[in-house]
């Protein structure tokens, strides 16, 4: 069965620092999405991508946020700048339609420190 | 604003015994809502949805929900609980035609005892 991979698995990184983080959707999806997930909270929408670029982004998704499509399978979050509170989990999602479900990746732990 | 509630943070069951879970939501427009489980370390992963049509919704694993607009509600049921479906379950809903994106609710722990 297809599904959504991510990596890295973890990723420590320092204030300030730049971090990409990967994901390769299911093939044939056309919609892309990003949320996250600071521990203990609920899972949040950050930016969703659709005909290579972005069609809705949330507050949180500041221009210290960026989003690619750099290749037919990969898709990418940057982070150019990174503070403590973006220490979560961050999921990639996609979807073949904009009306059916989404299919998430096993995530990406991200501890700033 | 779009929203989702789960109002209980867990929910306890005897192995065997029906379980609900609970879920509200608030939408402008038409809800198209969503189950999924979480197990731990892992991802989201989808259970069933509901777009139109039949308000009983069949997902996988014997999982179902009800959607009730009247009550904006959509409870996630199964009439035989096992063991194996212990894990955390979120509710999320979206704006039909408005937007695409998911909005979730807090999450519901579900612990079913041997």
């Known amino acids: 069965e297809p599904e959504v991979t991510q990596t890295p698995s973890h990723q420590v990184t320092q204030m300030g620092q730049e971090v990409i983080l990967r994901c390769v959707p299911i093939?044939?999806?056309?919609?892309f999405y990003w949320y996250r997930q600071i521990l203990g909270q609920k899972v949040e929408f950050l930016v969703s991508?659709?005909?290579?670029?972005?069609?809705?982004k949330s507050e949180i998704f500041d221009d210290q946020f960026s989003v690619e499509r750099p290749d037919g399978s990969n898709f990418t979050l940057k982070i150019r700048s990174t503070k403590l509170e973006d220490s979560a989990m961050y999921f990639c999602?996609?979807?073949?339609?904009?009306?059916?479900?989404?299919?998430f990746g096993p995530g990406t732990r991200l501890t700033v420190l | 604003a779009q929203s989702v509630a789960q109002p209980e943070d867990q929910v306890n069951v005897a192995e065997g015994n029906p379980l609900t879970v609970k879920c509200t939501y608030s939408?402008?427009?038409?809800?198209?809502l969503f189950w999924y489980v979480q197990y731990p370390n892992r991802g989201l992963q989808f259970l069933l949805k509901?777009?139109?049509?039949?308000?009983l919704v069949k997902g996988s694993y014997g999982f179902e929900a009800e959607f009730n607009k009247s009550q904006t509600s959509f409870h996630l049921k199964k009439p035989s609980a096992l063991v194996s479906d212990s894990a955390l379950y979120f509710c999320?809903?979206?704006?039909?035609?408005?937007?695409?994106?998911?909005?979730f609710g807090t999450g519901t722990l579900l612990a079913v005892q041997p």
């Open positions: 991508f659709y005909n290579n670029e972005i069609s809705e």
């Open positions: 509901y777009i139109t049509g039949d308000n």
């Open positions: 093939s044939n999806h056309l919609y």
């Open positions: 999320a809903v979206r704006d039909g035609g408005a937007t695409n994106k998911l909005i």
């Open positions: 939408v402008s427009g038409n809800p198209y």
């Open positions: 999602a996609s979807s073949g339609s904009g009306v059916g479900e989404q299919f």
